[in-house]
């Protein structure tokens, strides 16, 4: 009480209210006021009960940031302008009740592909918004067995979102060509995806609000509702999409779907809001419909390493309204469905044949391909078939063209020389390979850079404590480099270039060597409606495939090539009087077998002259030497006068140069005979062991030889063999009815030039061959189980280099 009545002004007085020098009433105040203070919390502490914490109030609902709609007085669009475009849709949309409810197929492989569809009226400006609700689920059960790949999850999938005309119908490419909300909540644009929404299922209408008000907080935003509850909030529609015409699209899989334009909602929205059947006029753009009530199917021809596939690609790209049908559209179809990289197993995988396998029995059966014909080929749409060997063939087209009754059937042949608007495009592909290929080593080179950094800052770390994160701090300013974009030419080599060359060939090379001779221009009696020369004339053409095929005789191995009975009968022949050569050599080096043959052939001759009656006379021994005999003299190469055969000095180098003359000499000529192509004569030596394997079915390697470069080899039968100098072909130098002796005279004098080269000191001269790796005795019957070997297991495999055999097939030297 005295504290208030000193500090009321109703109390005060002039002592009081005047500026004083005096300290001394002031303590007096002081401590008073501190009593008093005291004694009021006192009496407060006694007369009130403690308070209990107020609870934090509940945040109030957000209210809606849409708003009404306002009157609008603009022409609207006619009554079933709306729709989905059926020609602008996946060939697994299957539309009913109007083309208002979607179902799909969910077998054969198109269980894991996802289909979509466009609408056929785009928006540009105002606000509008459609539904979509999920009927029912299809679920398909896997097979119980070969499932090795990933099953693309989740199983039941929509995606009701915008896009651009000619984009992706499955609203999932990586391109930044449209936006989407999907049945898992997510929203995604490009490469992005985040959750913005709650997931929505069967039986729920859903609707895609569209605000393309340039004004306002929800301007140029989407939204998604179910049952005219909003799922999420107001997502700007990227800056890539604005000013553009956009579509509404739905893409799904495994599900049936009711799709409404209005004019009357399925699920009422919370504010007044028009469907897009009654938008204005001035705010969509309506695509019309195809006036050709005709399908049409384009198959390009083209010739294998001449830019095929990247004409296919440029005519797909000037050609939004055709769509490819391949192996090579199925695979990238896949991939945007969610099933990844494909795997390759084995086989001889190419551009035109890819050759792809998912782990999925159903997608790697071939299912998809066929259904997608039989599909296509109901419709009245534009396809392009590009596949690269079958249209080079007749049989080939006219297989196709059987599948496509009712349609206009173009031949589009892509041959001679490009135009300069193809090479420019070329060039621009492989300035666009070369920027990104620098990106990826710059990448890589920072990574590293960063690798070493971060081991080094862990070192230091350790090693200075708190003062490092100082330090570091302060270093990092100074780090911070500014990427600069890279500057990528074309050399002046690489601008020459017309057709871009790959990792992957067009076509696989034993497809290509068994049917590249067939190759042919399409015909109208064929069945084609029309032929366009896309590049040059038919004239130009036509050469430009003639002068291919001849290249490729040159170069390209005949997969298919078979053994004539003429060269059967050759190496039966032959292959007998070898063996035959062999034991008599053993023989004559055997002192006692040596005896008894002299004395046979003694008692041979003896018994000849007399059936001839003529007079016999003791026979005078004759002391011969078989090195003086002119070999070329000799007319029996199994006794040269004095019992001793012309190959009795043959070492191992020499019975195969013996049998390698032969065999190389009767390759030669009955490969001539067998493909009787007057444009391919012989191959290249490239080719030799290909052949060799197909003709004698054992293998050929020039180690066998100990040859380092074919040129080694051919020099050691160069009275055989040789290369010609302008066609690069192989050549034989005997005729093909040369005597099997004569083969015997040419290496006898080559064993005879080595030995007096190797008596006069040249050990250059000396051959050495590698011999085969003895083979392990074999196992009486019985002594082997299953697997191949004692105790089991299979049989390790053999380590001894490829060797060629003399002596014909599977003999042994």
Not at 169 to 175: M, R, T
């Amino acid at each position: 009480v005295f504290v208030q009545a000193v500090d009321d002004p109703r109390f005060a007085t002039k002592g009081n209210m005047a500026d004083t020098k005096d300290e001394e009433p002031k303590v007096e105040t002081k401590e008073a006021e501190e009593t008093a203070a005291k004694a009021e919390d006192v009496a407060v502490a006694d007369a009130e009960p403690p308070k209990e914490a107020e609870k934090p109030k509940e945040p109030e609902k957000p209210k809606e940031p849409e708003e009404d709609d306002v009157v609008d007085s603009r022409p609207k669009l006619p009554p079933g302008t709306v729709g989905l475009n059926m020609a602008d849709a996946t060939l697994n949309v299957l539309p009913t009740a109007g083309d208002r409810v979607l179902m799909t197929l969910s077998d054969g492989g198109f269980q894991y592909l996802i289909g979509g569809v466009r609408a056929n009226t785009g928006l540009k400006s105002g606000r509008y918004y459609f539904e979509a609700k999920t009927l029912e689920h299809h679920n398909q059960k896997e097979p119980q067995h070969g499932v090795e790949g990933r099953v693309p999850q989740p199983r039941n999938l929509v995606r009701i979102g915008l896009s651009l005309a000619g984009s992706s119908l499955q609203l999932a490419d990586g391109e930044e060509t449209s936006v989407f909300f999907d049945s898992e909540g997510f929203f995604a644009f490009g490469k992005s995806r985040k959750k913005a929404a709650q997931k929505f299922g069967r039986d729920s209408t859903v609707s895609l609000l569209v605000n393309l008000n340039p004004d306002g907080p929800t301007g140029n935003t989407v939204s998604l509702f179910r049952e005219g509850v909003r799922l999420s909030e107001p997502q700007p529609i990227p800056e890539q999409l604005l000013g553009k015409t956009l579509f509404p699209h739905i893409s799904y899989k495994n599900v049936t779907v009711d799709v409404n334009f209005g004019p009357e909602p399925m699920a009422a929205m919370p504010f007044k809001c028009r469907m897009l059947s009654d938008a204005a006029k001035a705010d969509v753009e309506v695509v019309p419909k195809p006036v050709d009530t005709q399908g049409e199917v384009i198959f390009p021809i083209g010739l294998p390493g001449h830019g095929y596939f990247d004409f296919v690609q440029m005519f797909l790209q000037e050609h939004p309204e055709v769509e490819e049908i391949s192996e090579r559209s199925i695979i990238e179809w896949a991939g945007k469905s969610g099933l990844g990289k494909p795997m390759t197993k084995g086989g001889n995988p190419s551009k035109d044949k890819p050759d792809a396998k998912f782990g999925l029995p159903t997608m790697d059966d071939g299912s998809v391909r066929r259904l997608l014909g039989h599909f296509a080929a109901r419709t009245s749409r534009k396809f392009l078939v590009p596949e690269l060997r079958a249209n080079l063939l007749d049989n080939g087209r006219k297989g196709h063209l059987k599948r496509w009754g009712g349609f206009k059937k173009t031949a589009l042949v892509i041959m001679g020389e490009p135009p300069a608007e193809f090479k420019q495009k070329v060039h621009e592909l492989m300035l666009a390979e070369k920027k990104e290929a620098a990106l990826a080593a710059r990448a890589r080179k920072q990574q590293e850079k960063d690798r070493k950094k971060a081991i080094e800052e862990k070192k230091r770390k350790a090693k200075l404590g708190k003062k490092a994160d100082e330090e570091e701090a302060a270093e990092a300013k100074e780090d911070e480099e500014v990427e600069e974009d890279i500057v990528v030419e074309l050399t002046e080599e690489e601008k020459q270039v017309v057709f871009r060359a790959g990792p992957i060939p067009d076509i696989a090379e034993t497809a290509l060597a068994r049917t590249y001779s067939k190759f042919s221009l399409p015909t109208k009696e064929e069945g084609f409606d029309e032929i366009v020369y896309k590049w040059q004339g038919e004239q130009e053409a036509a050469k430009a495939l003639k002068d291919w095929i001849f290249a490729k005789k040159l170069t390209q191995r005949v997969e298919d090539i078979k053994p004539g009975q003429a060269f059967k009968d050759a190496t039966a022949e032959w292959t007998k009087s070898f063996g035959e050569w062999r034991k008599l050599q053993n023989e004559w080096k055997d002192p006692s077998k040596r005896k008894a043959l002299l004395a046979k052939r003694a008692e041979a001759k003896k018994k000849a002259a007399e059936e001839a009656g003529e007079a016999t006379t003791e026979e005078t021994k004759m002391d011969i030497l078989a090195e003086d005999v002119d070999v070329d003299a000799v007319d029996d190469i199994t006794d040269v006068g004095n019992g001793e055969p012309l190959f009795a000095n043959f070492g191992f180098e020499d019975w195969l140069l013996l049998s390698t003359r032969f065999e190389v000499n009767l390759l030669l000529h009955s490969f001539k005979k067998d493909l009787n192509d007057p444009d391919r004569p012989s191959f290249t030596p490239d080719h030799l062991a290909f052949y060799y394997n197909k003709y004698f079915k054992k293998n050929f390697s020039l180690q066998a030889y100990a040859a380092k470069e074919f040129a080694d080899f051919v020099n050691l039968i160069k009275d055989t063999v040789a290369i010609n100098p302008s066609s690069k072909f192989l050549e034989a130098l005997l005729s093909e009815d040369t005597p099997v002796s004569n083969f015997v005279k040419l290496t006898e004098e080559h064993r005879r030039d080595r030995q007096r080269r190797l008596d006069a000191g040249d050990e250059t001269a000396a051959l050495k061959f590698p011999r085969n790796t003895p083979q392990p005795p074999r196992q009486p019957p019985g002594a082997q189980q299953a697997g191949g070997r004692p105790g089991g297991g299979a049989r390790p495999p053999s380590t001894r280099p490829p060797t060629v055999r003399p002596g014909g097939a599977g003999s042994r030297p």
